[in-house]
């Protein structure tokens, strides 16, 4: 969608993953969808570092509405949890200069049946352009999913028409792809910024392994609909909850980054360990998905049960490509799996010589690799590798991608 947001993939924080539809704030009153909640995920953004690398939307997900509508037919929020309203949480999460996210469902119920849209887009819209919305992910659930395409377009044009500037998100591939239907993807990045395509994230390495296999399957079909203003969501980052490991954590950041995916975290950021948080932290991992040219990465070669993705990241030496190598390791055999290949099997072939460096243990594996040398690397079962190979220059230092 062409309205001058998200040139890179969004990043930010969303409790759907993590906190899903509790409303027992007796019973659980720190974990409850409520102010409080969205309150403390963006203190601790600001104070724990995650402004300053980049994440910046805090987002609503499901189960956070009345379940009636007020007497001017207005969603609103649920009185108990929400005391202060929404705009009051707004311009709070816009006071710590972060931007504020709100969900709503282009059908007759939300999911976990709240009220739905799908008989008020353009209310609904002037509603949460009011209470200072930056962010809609507007869902998919009780909706007739052969109107969407149309749904989804009105709903473009109302947040348009409200005069604020507004990152979509639509769930309308989510409905459609698993029922066989391939969703229209020319029109959907004129009329979204960002869009789920497939099943929800859940907490499990299984769960991730067979988004991945989706997004690789049809990377040809989908791949090269994802760019500035307009990106295909393999959906929230899980890392720092309690289904992976921290190899695979490590994992889905750097796939994640390969992929120009969307970095949404949903983890408790009051409780998180540090060795996931450094992960969600790293600035070279998020330099690759931030990168301006906004390509979508590919799994390029598996060979022996280790997958190849590769990036085009802006190039360090003029007319020369510059690339983000991922390796994830499908592999349980426990001892860390020594693959070789080469660039060449890569496609990597610009640029006279090659600088390999090792992202995550930011140490440089060679200075001058030409695209058919040999390279060893081991990886850990079900871990990840994450490189950067950049033409190497003669007369300039290499700069420190
Ligand atoms: O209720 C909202 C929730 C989250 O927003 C997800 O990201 C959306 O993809 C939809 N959603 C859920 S749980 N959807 C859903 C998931 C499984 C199911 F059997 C029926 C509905």
């Not at 001058?4 to 019973?27: E, I, K, N, S």
């Not at 909640?37 to 994440?55: E, I, N, T, W």
Request: net charge negative; aromatic share 10%; proline share 5%.
């Amino acid at each position: 969608l062409d309205n001058g947001l998200a040139l890179t993939p969004p990043m930010g924080w969303m409790h759907w993953q993590r906190f899903r539809c509790v409303t027992d704030c007796h019973a659980y009153p720190n974990d409850c969808i409520s102010e409080q909640l969205f309150r403390d995920m963006a203190d601790h953004m600001v104070a724990d570092g995650f402004k300053s690398a980049g994440y910046e939307y805090v987002i609503i997900d499901d189960c956070w509405a009345s379940k009636e509508r007020d007497n001017n037919s207005r969603l609103q929020p649920d009185p108990l949890r929400f005391p202060s309203g929404i705009k009051a949480l707004s311009d709070y999460v816009h006071a710590k200069g972060l931007k504020f996210g709100i969900y709503a469902d282009y059908g007759t119920k939300t999911c976990a049946g709240y009220p739905g849209s799908i008989e008020y887009l353009k209310l609904d819209a002037q509603t949460f352009a009011d209470w200072g919305v930056d962010y809609l992910k507007l869902d998919g659930c009780h909706s007739d999913v052969l109107s969407m395409e149309a749904g989804y377009s009105l709903m473009s044009t109302f947040l348009n028409e409200t005069g604020r500037p507004i990152v979509y998100s639509c769930s309308w591939p989510a409905y459609q792809e698993p029922i066989g239907i391939h969703p229209n993807y020319d029109k959907m990045s004129q009329v979204c910024n960002l869009w789920r395509n497939w099943d929800d994230i859940d907490d499990c390495w299984t769960n991730v392994t067979s988004i991945l296999r989706w997004f690789s399957d049809n990377q040809d079909r989908i791949a090269p609909h994802s760019g500035p203003g307009h990106w295909n969501d393999p959906d929230m980052l899980i890392i720092g909850n309690y289904g992976l490991s921290y190899e695979q954590a490590k994992a889905q950041m750097a796939i994640w980054a390969i992929m120009a995916a969307p970095l949404i975290m949903s983890v408790d950021l009051r409780t998180i360990e540090p060795k996931f948080r450094a992960i969600l932290l790293n600035q070279d991992v998020i330099a690759i998905n931030q990168d301006s040219m906004g390509v979508q990465g590919r799994l390029l070669l598996t060979k022996d049960r280790i997958d190849f993705w590769t990036k085009p990241i802006n190039p360090v030496v003029k007319d020369s490509s510059s690339f983000a190598i991922g390796l994830l390791s499908n592999r349980v055999d426990g001892y860390p799996y020594r693959v070789n290949f080469t660039l060449a099997d890569l496609n990597v072939t610009r640029g006279r010589e090659y600088t390999i460096k090792d992202i995550y243990d930011s140490v440089t594996i060679a200075e001058t690799i030409n695209p058919e040398d040999l390279i060893f690397i081991r990886v850990k079962p079900s871990g990840t590798v994450l490189l950067t190979a950049t033409p190497t220059q003669e007369q300039i230092n290499v700069t420190k991608v």
